[in-house]
């Protein structure tokens, strides 16, 4: 159901693949709230995607354009300027990617080309991003970013590998470029780290079925869908979060703060017998 929250806002959405994405969602979220969409993706993601689909459903144009790139993202943010006819107010990244966990190396035996390439593409693109934002004063005046998290960044998790890393660096910008915009533009700046959600990237992950069960044991409120993300996500592209910035926001379940629940205690008491 519609409350216009975002009526008269403009932004790009990044990293939607096919209905299984967050950014997906978020998409057709923000503009049944009154948004319109840029929607942008490496060229490579859209040819194994399905986005052309989702433009059209949301009467979006695509930018391609790899966020490794300043020069494609320069292009990228001045055409999108263009086509709303002045700046943006909300910026989405859903951005991951770890050759490592492709290939199925465990920590100890990564490749540290791959690894370079994981914070690239899943951390510094962020950075990237919002620097070429700035340089092209693309931002309307309490506009937001939000990108997308996981809890890996201060936990350890086994299969997780180099993205665990990638995603501590996220958060990091996320806190520094937020300190800098929100004195620069009032622009706030967030990541929302998001319960294991069964995205085709989430999926990719050895034991991620195992671990859904668990987090979803754990999480008093159950694991966090899709759907409920995109909601959250609006929330932080409308005017009711303006003075939120530079937070690394749980939408878990609760699964973050939870020690132990029964079902948990009854599965490991099971398997103790």
């Known amino acids: 159901m519609s409350s216009n929250l975002l009526a008269g806002k403009v932004g790009i959405i990044s990293g939607a ?3 299984k994405s967050i950014a997906w969602k978020v998409a057709q979220k923000a503009h049944e709230q009154g948004a319109r969409i840029v929607l942008t993706n490496a060229p490579l993601a859209m040819r ?13 144009p695509i930018i391609p354009a790899d966020a490794t790139s300043v020069e494609e993202l320069e292009k990228l943010f001045g055409e999108a300027q263009g ?8 910026l989405l990244h859903s951005i991951g990617m770890s050759a490592n966990i492709r290939k199925g190396k465990h920590y100890g035996e990564l490749d540290y080309k791959f690894f370079q390439q994981t914070l690239d593409v899943s951390a510094l693109s962020l950075h990237k991003m919002l620097h070429v934002a700035e340089k092209q004063d693309a931002f309307n005046e309490w506009g937001s970013v939000v990108a997308l998290s996981y809890i890996a960044a201060q ?3 086994l ?30 700046v967030n990541t929302v780290s998001q319960s294991p959600t069964k995205t085709t990237a989430g999926t990719g992950i050895s034991g991620f079925d195992a671990f859904y069960e668990y987090a979803q044991k754990l999480s008093p409120l159950g694991n966090a869908p899709a759907e409920a993300c995109a909601d959250y996500c609006v929330s932080l592209f409308s005017d009711l979060t303006r003075y939120v910035t530079m937070q690394n926001l749980m939408h878990d379940g609760g699964f973050s703060t939870t020690g132990i ?3 948990m205690v009854e599965v490991l ?3 103790a017998e």
Do not use: P
């Open 269 to 271: 008491t099971k398997a």
């Open 48 to 60: 194994m995607g399905e986005i052309k689909n989702l433009a059209a459903e949301i009467d979006a």
């Open 159 to 188: 299969d997780y590998t180099d993205m665990s890393q990638a995603k501590a660096v996220l958060e990091s910008i996320a806190r520094s470029y937020g300190q800098r915009l929100g004195k620069l533009k009032k622009v706030r």
């Open 155 to 157: 936990r350890a998790f």
């Open 17 to 19: 693949l096919n209905d």
């Open 261 to 263: 629940s029964d079902e």
């Open 83 to 90: 086509h709303f006819g002045g700046k943006i107010d909300f």
